[in-house]
Each structure stands twice: as C-alpha cells, then as structure tokens.
C-alpha cells in the first residue's frame, strides 16, 4: 500500500472515530430505545466500500469499533461488544449485497444499518443467555431502515463530491 492511500485510510479512520463520538453527544435518541444511533459513522465505511475495497473498509471498521471502545466506551466493555457484533455484521453483509446484488449505496446503507441491529441482538443473547432479546429487534429494524437511508444518503453524495473532485483536478 502506498503511503497516499494508507494516509488517507488514516484519516478516514480518524473521521469514522470522531463522527462516532459526535454522534454520542446527541441526545435525540436518548432513551428512546437503548443502542440506537444514527449510524454517522457508517457513512465513512460505505465511502471505504465503495472507492478502496472490502479489506480496507473492514479493517477500518474493526479499528474503529477498538478505538471507540478505548476513547468512549471501554474497552471489552458490553457496548463494546454490542458494537463489535453489530459492526462485523453489517460489514460482511454489506460487501455480499454490494457484490452479489444491483443494490444502490443506499440500498447497502440499510442493509448495513438492519444487520448492524441484528448483529447487536445476537451478541445480546449470547450475553445475556436468553433469547428473549429477539424480541427487541422489530423496535430497532423500524429505525434502522431510516437511519440506513439517511447514511446512504450521505455516503452518495459523499462519493459523488469526491468523484468530481477526482475527475476534475486530477487528485488522487
């Protein structure tokens, strides 16, 4: 890997980090249905995703889920393993969709966004010993599907800034 592209990996790392911790800070979800968030951080892995390849956008989310388990939460921590789960998850899944489907990025998005939920549901039972927390996953689906949107949304035009920039500067 070039210095450029792992660079930029860094900082995209950096970003998915601080759009996590920002998206803490924002009481609107609060209460409402606990681990529900609006998923900010996922649009910087569908950027990942879509412009580099599966393994980057991978390793970056593992990392990400580590270096917010360290900064905010704790490490090892049951949010920490919530995120974990939920985050491996919605990341294969979203590479199966991407690569064996006509799936637009927002399409992906909510795919990544539902199976991040069930991620965090399976880890739930497994932690908790009962299945019983399956029954909390239609509360988190009818988020997750505009929450998905409103990250896919962004990611689009995320990439399709970039794209522009890329075709008409010439940087990359």
């Known amino acids: 890997m070039d210095l450029k592209r792992y660079t930029r990996l860094s900082l995209l790392l950096a970003l998915s980090v601080v759009l996590n911790a920002v998206e803490s800070l924002i009481p609107i979800f609060n209460g409402i249905i606990p681990g529900l968030k609006i998923g900010l951080a996922n649009t910087v892995i569908l950027f990942i995703l879509y412009e580099y390849s599966f393994k980057e956008a991978f390793y970056i989310t593992i990392l990400r889920v580590f270096l917010t388990g360290i900064l905010l939460t704790g490490l090892f921590s049951v949010s920490f393993f919530f995120s974990l789960g939920g985050a491996f998850l919605s ?82």
């Open 91 to 172: 990341i294969i899944m979203m590479y199966i969709f991407k690569k064996y489907t006509k799936l637009s990025i927002i399409g992906i998005s909510i795919i990544g966004s539902v199976f991040h939920s069930l991620g965090q549901i399976i880890v739930a039972i497994f932690l908790i010993n009962t299945t019983s927390m399956f029954y909390y996953f239609p509360f988190l689906l009818i988020f997750s599907i505009p929450t998905g949107i409103f990250t896919g949304v962004i990611a689009r035009e995320l990439l399709k800034g970039y794209r522009e920039i890329i075709n008409t500067d010439g940087y990359h």
